[in-house]
């Protein structure tokens, strides 16, 4: 089994900033990518971005130039910096962990980002 834990959600105003982070612990032996997808209330959940463990990025179009994804694959942490927070990023944040060759997804608990003045 893998194990997610994310840290760093919270309240900020209107072009502030976070940081996310998101460890992987657990049966690790092939971690192929780590990612986030976010859900708002209502809404389907979305993929925000992703890395793979050789460092190729993919993004959002309503992040892109905003948030920026890293890996650091010694720690198996993910890390995903948010700046310009828009009130319309307000979502439960989810990190994934994709392992092995069949890339079997793992979820974490999500951790709850507000943007409100």
């Known amino acids: 089994q893998v194990q997610l834990v994310e840290s760093g959600g919270g309240l900020v105003q209107p072009g502030e900033s976070l940081r996310l982070s998101c460890a992987a612990s657990g049966s690790i032996f092939d971690l192929r990518a780590m990612g986030w997808h976010r859900q708002a209330p209502g809404k389907p959940r979305e993929l925000v971005a992703s890395?793979?463990?050789?460092?190729?990025?993919n993004y959002a179009d309503f992040v892109k130039g905003r948030f920026t994804i890293s890996l650091d694959n010694a720690k198996n942490t993910v890390f995903l910096q948010m700046n310009s927070l828009k009130p319309e990023d307000t979502a439960v944040y989810y990190c994934?962990?994709?392992?092995?060759?069949?890339?079997?997804?793992?979820w974490g608990q999500g951790t709850q980002v507000t943007v409100s003045s």
């Open positions: 994934n962990a994709y392992v092995g060759a069949n890339m079997r997804r793992y």
């Open positions: 890395v793979t463990s050789g460092g190729i990025t």
